[in-house]
């Protein structure tokens, strides 16, 4: 017997930020200076835009185990950054209010 603690459903959340915003700048960094973990993440996983007028767009589509390892890569290669604290802290919020319990504990 197989047990499943996570289901394959993909989760879909707008990390979306304020242009001018720490975490606004966090995502210009993700997608202008330092790119690397947007541009390796497939294109079904991700989409948006680095400017639409006011905001930098961040859409994710993925799994529990992505959606956690993710948010653990952000963690680990911004650390330190500016805004890296409120985009973590908008992205568990985000998650709670989706989903109603916390994606990490």
Aim: hydrophobic share 35%.
């Amino acid at each position: 017997m197989s047990t499943t603690f996570y289901s394959s459903q993909r989760i879909r959340l707008d990390l979306s930020q304020p242009e001018h915003t720490e975490a606004g700048r966090l995502l210009y960094a993700m997608y202008y200076t330092r790119c690397e973990l947007i541009d390796a993440m497939p294109r079904d996983m991700v989409s948006g835009f680095p400017h639409n007028g006011g905001q930098h767009t961040l859409r994710v589509n993925m799994t529990l185990p992505d959606l956690r390892a993710f948010r653990q890569l952000v963690a680990e290669e911004f650390a330190g950054a500016s805004g890296v604290d409120e985009f973590l802290s908008d992205f568990d919020a985000k998650y709670l209010s989706k989903m109603g319990h916390p994606l990490v504990h």
